[in-house]
């Protein structure tokens, strides 16, 4: 490897029986000293490997003393000769050889670190955001950053084949909030005037298109001022695209080919080409437009069968008339959940956030015995027959549901997450990617019952739907296609309006005053008229897509100096007051 | 080339005599429409080239009055088959053949553009800058940009076969002032509190190495809210470089590689090793440390000359006692210039940021006779005297400073430059490729009498002068080395501080207080204490280095959407007013 340096001949992970006798220095961090009388073995760790060295009493007594005089992290040179070891590790790639040192030079002392330096370290999440130096120097999380730099140069490699150009758009631009909110930067030499933050380079890149650069890459951060719950940055990166004179199918196969060719590079993995899945049915078969597919478990629609429909049970007889529908998921081997169990279930979809009234339960004991929580009202034939329509056997669970369509799906559909998750369905060397297709154009805003765009406003139509444009708009879909990964949205995109007047009609549909669409969108709408051409893009998720492959829980793992949920970086202890001199020159103050 | 669309077989660039016969589509924007009567030629353009489309009244007249209608800009597709030409243009790669269209599409129509769409535009740059959408389609401008990403593509190349690791490293930070001003961002999770734009990842890329990333890169924006006169920008772009276990050695190969390898793949030059100047002799003989050296005219002292010592010219008597030097650049071929000229470069050296009172002249003129402005002082022989000692002959123009040292090796540094430019000295074809070395450690703030930075606080001391430091710290050097790209710095990087001692001593001698470091670089004084390997790196200035490669003026030129003197994003109009419930929700208000 290329990293031999005036201080050291190799790194820690490099030295092999290739290298006996060979006279060596390597520079590291102390990960333990074990001293067994006679023979002192230290242990130097860099972020390549451990590499051990051996020193004795007997042959170099000043030596031995000085290394077992070594405190853990210190940074130390060793200078020696590659011997074999007596005991072997087979484990580490360094495992077979040991250094017999002759020189021990200590490059720089450690105070003790809050922490242990190893993948199960005993530092709690704020000490190890707060000292985030050392929580990198674990080889857990360094390799995650190597990674996700692997990652990051096989999409570079893959779109530089494909013609791409990497232009960087600008991070100080103009407030156009998208949804979120922009942060904000004061300007100087302007006072009371502001740029803003990013929150995606959607318009740049579209300008790039009409400026002719024809395929357009970047790896980018953007920025978003939202209360941060859950999983989310302030700061987030992302492989934003977009290309010329393509449609839909050009985009779908541009992304497949990147996302297969950075698998092979970082995992080695050959995917299959992706299946695609129409918006409509990943909502209606599993309750979410980002489908898990590691596992099946589908949401069935039990309205139309027989049994159903001639059932005495008030709750089926007055589905229709409620618009409620009768759907239900197969919880395959849950039919010996104990009642606490079954109950949590129930509690789950019954949350707020899903508002179930409850959950009707059919177990296919393993004795072939039937048993359901509406026996008063169907028979063991009429349970049997919903068995059958679930395709469950001996061993199942059957949990259906009666409500509003879009409560139902939402709900089944997370309960079949939860199911997957605790009983281990899903299979950790599996991998589900697909496609979703035909987004609606705009959907209906529930407070205020206007119409809102679903991606963005520059999302074309389906062309199948234009007929819809004008008098049945929430019937139009979009050129719109979102990429899954094991049940995470990764990618968005669409193919875009390039047509001014369709954009005019599109701001008009949302409601937008000509005003506000000069002020916000004005140097795009005019742009458009200089003729632009066909264009589409996409933007990925690269904090997620690392997670993802790197095993990491939350994208704070894969971020090297990230925030915590409320938006500070606990190392720098930022953000943080400054000078008021500083906001005297920006033409601000701070409100009591 | 991988850019055929379900829109196009091939781009604009692409086709010549190996297609003749082929079925092709073609997109792009209509760049001239010319009728001949019976015949029409269209050139249609893209990033790529242009190829030009044929069309015969009598063959298919509906379609020839269809491309005769085409009006500039318009955005176009064309199916038919490539034929070769009758009249062939050898100075395009496509301008053998043409297509014979069978089929014409208009995607998109254009209003006539503010300015034409070539090279050589007729439009000023203030409306170029708001229409930058349509400058960028200018071929130019474009292929600067393609050039960009191709450099920083060689650049990761190099690095990443160096082994070294690309890390994001946060945008929203800590405001610690570097000497520039911070952009500040305000937080509205913690309304008072400000997150600041780094001015350069500098600690971070530290920490980095204190984390035990052993070698760290990143193309990486950084923002200094500066008065933008002369060429800078807001927001720049840095190729940012850390690495561990090295000397100063070390770091100038590696740099000294990856230049290398960006001449090699972008413009095919083999660079020669490059020169190491030091400081003290760049000034010296340059007064420049960032001399261009496309051509020679040292800067030469004539103090110690016998004719000098010996002359009874007051000037040159009183130097040694007014703490005055004698020197002087030889401008060679200069002794035809007129008065007025010579006058013109006394005015230059005159100007208040100089400060000379004047240049003494000697003309060695073609016909064997010298002249000078000292003739009263200095007789023939001593004139030969100094023409010798410059190394000057007939038609040369000698020109002799006496000044304080500072000044006399500025502004003869300076005039060397511009007569560089006038007289056309530099040989465009050349690139002068040099380090300087050896910079000092400390200066004295002229203005306060106090000890400041060169570099920045993080600079280690010359190995050789460590005995300076505590008590005569003006001396002490810096393992600090800038790379110099035909007279402009591109590069500045050190060898850093790794240890805490030697860190708190350079933060008192430059006079923090306590408090002061604490606050300000507290994380990081901190993080040294836990193993800070011996380190050093350097950030190569891609903006300006993009410049010389394209031959741009100005680093606007070789950025996709740049701002203008007054920090102005002209196309976007931003910075600009935002909604005051925006800044409500900051917690900060407008100073009236």
New interface residues.
């Given amino acids: ?3 031999s ?4 001949t190799h ?1 820690c992970g490099e030295l092999n029986m290739q290298h006996i006798n060979n006279e060596v220095s390597i ?1 590291g ?1 102390v990960a333990k000293v074990r001293d067994f009388g006679g023979l002192t073995f230290v242990d130097v ?4 490997g451990i590499t051990q060295l051996a020193f004795n009493i007997e042959t170099n007594e000043a030596l031995c003393l000085k290394a077992r005089a070594l405190g853990r ?3 130390i ?1 060793a200078k020696g000769k590659v011997i074999e070891r007596s005991n072997k590790n087979k484990n580490i790639a360094t495992g077979e050889i040991e250094i017999e040192v002759s020189e021990l030079n200590i ?5 003790t ?1 809050p922490f242990t330096i190893e993948n199960e370290t005993d530092g709690g999440e704020e000490l190890r955001m707060k ?7 674990r080889p857990i999380l ?1 390799e995650r ?2 990674t ?2 692997k990652m ?2 096989a999409m ?1 490699e893959y779109l ?4 791409f ?11 156009t909030p998208e949804g979120a ?17 990013p929150q995606s380079p959607q318009i ?1 890149k579209q ?2 298109m ?6 357009y890459y970047q790896v980018v ?1 953007c ?1 978003r ?1 939202e ?2 719950r859950g999983d989310r940055q ?2 987030f ?1 992302q492989l934003d695209c977009e ?5 839909q ?2 985009v779908l196969q541009t992304v497949e080919g990147l996302t297969k060719h950075v698998f092979k590079k970082t995992k080695n993995i050959e995917l299959a080409d992706f299946i695609r899945l129409p918006y409509a049915e990943a909502i209606k078969t599993y309750g979410s437009d980002k489908p898990d597919l590691r596992f099946d478990c589908k949401i069935i629609d039990l309205d139309n069968l027989d049994c159903i429909k001639k059932s005495e049970f008030p709750l089926f007889q007055n589905a229709t008339g409620n618009e409620h529908i009768i759907a239900a998921i197969n919880a395959t081997g849950c039919a010996n959940m104990s009642r606490k169990q079954t109950d949590e279930l129930v509690d789950f979809v019954k949350m707020p956030n899903r508002g179930l009234s409850g959950l009707i339960q059919i177990k296919l004991n393993e004795d072939g015995t039937i048993k359901s929580t509406i026996d008063k009202f169907l028979n063991e034939e009429q349970l049997r027959e919903i068995a059958n329509a679930m395709g469950a056997s001996k061993g199942d669970l059957i949990l259906i549901a009666v409500e509003k369509e879009a409560k139902v799906r939402k709900a089944l559909g997370d309960l079949r997450l939860e199911l997957g998750k605790k009983q281990n369905w899903i299979d950790k060397d599996k991998w589900s990617i697909l496609w979703i297709v035909d987004f609606p154009l705009f959907e209906k805003d529930e407070e205020t019952g206007n119409i809102i765009f679903v991606h963005h406003p520059f999302c074309n139509v389906h062309p199948d739907d234009v007929q819809y444009f004008d008098n049945e708009p929430l019937k139009c879909r979009a050129q719109q296609y979102d990429l899954v990964i094991n049940g995470a949205e990764c990618l968005s995109g669409s193919i875009r309006i ?2 001014k007047e369709l954009q005019d009609k599109v701001f008009q549909k949302l409601g937008f005053t000509e005003e506000e669409k000069e002020e916000r969108f ?2 795009m709408v005019n ?1 458009f ?6 264009h589409g893009g996409f933007a990925f998720g690269v904090d997620r897509w690392v997670a993802l492959m790197t095993g990491a829980e939350v994208i704070r793992d894969v ?5 915590n949920n ?4 606990l ?8 000078d008021p001199k ?10 009591k």
């Fill in positions: 490897m290329n990293t340096t005036n201080l050291r790194q520079c961090w760790r860099d972020r390549y992290e210190f940074v040179q490059l720089n002392e450690s105070i670190p000292y985030r130096y050392l929580d990198i120097r360094n950053l190597v996700r730099s990051i140069k570079r530089d084949e494909m013609n150009t990497e232009v960087e758009t600008p991070v100080l631009i103009k407030s909110r922009d942060f904000l930067v004061p300007s100087r030499m302007q006072p009371g005037n502001f740029y803003a933050l740049l300008l790039l009409v400026s002719g650069m024809d395929r951060k920025y001022d209360d941060f302030p700061e990166t290309m010329s004179f393509v449609n199918e050009d390039h047509n004005g140097f742009a008229q200089y003729g632009a051409p066909p971020i090297a100096f990230p925030k409320s938006g500070r970086d190392m720098m202890d930022a953000p943080s007051y400054v500083q906001l005297e020159e920006l033409g601000i103050g701070l409100k």
